[in-house]
């Protein structure tokens, strides 16, 4: 007796060690079921989606996750498809809904938990909002992108200022060689002056 009253005892304290990490965690931690319902999330979970308890955010979801916290209601099918294929899923990024409307980007890892028989009972796992991280990431990218298209517009413009130094050295070596031919001719008929009047005065 002495002993099951030791278990039972232990059993009580990791379930309160249990339920205090629950509920202190800094991340979402869930547990819902193949047809879109909550089971269980932690204040954490409710607080990132806009609702005051998990009571609140359970109840106004129902059956509905795909629908009211997926943007794209493929993502959640993806979602399971990924726990069917593996058990686990790491990493998972997608668009969701707040309780407001407005939107955020959340990362979550899950595992679908099965009983003994292998049938599928629930999923669980953790929900992280990474909204400010994707909104610095996408920042980041537009802006690589600006720079791309800037270095696209100096690159033209360092062609059209070749093309315009090969078209100004064209013209300027078509005028070097007017002139030369220009002097030569004036030369030419300096010299036919000169001879002509040395003729005039000898005659």
């Known amino acids: 007796i002495g002993e099951r009253r030791r278990a039972e005892e ?9 339920r205090n990490i629950f509920e202190n965690a800094v991340e979402g931690i869930f547990q819902s079921t193949p047809d879109g319902r909550y089971l269980t999330v932690n204040p954490a979970m409710a607080y990132i989606y ?8 359970i109840a106004e979801i129902g059956n509905g996750i795909a629908q009211r916290i997926y943007v794209d209601a493929n993502a959640r099918a993806e979602f399971m498809h990924l726990l069917e294929e593996s058990g686990v899923v790491k990493n998972f990024e997608a668009a969701n809904y707040r309780r407001d409307g407005t939107r955020i980007w959340t990362r979550t890892n899950a595992r679908a938990v099965r009983d003994a028989n292998g049938l599928l009972l629930y999923y669980e796992g953790s929900i992280e909002d990474v909204t400010e991280r994707y909104r610095a990431f996408q920042a980041l990218k537009e802006s690589q992108q600006e720079i791309e298209a800037r270095n696209r517009e100096l690159e ?11 078209a100004q050295q064209e013209w300027n070596a078509d005028l070097e060689s007017r002139v030369l031919a220009k002097t030569a001719e004036l030369r030419e008929l300096a010299e036919t002056r000169d001879r002509l009047l040395r003729e005039m005065i000898t005659a």
């Open 10 to 18: 232990a059993q009580h304290q990791a379930e309160a060690e249990f």
């Open 156 to 166: 033209e413009l360092y062609q059209q200022l070749q093309m315009m130094l090969t």
């Open 50 to 57: 806009g609702y005051d308890s998990p009571a609140q955010m």
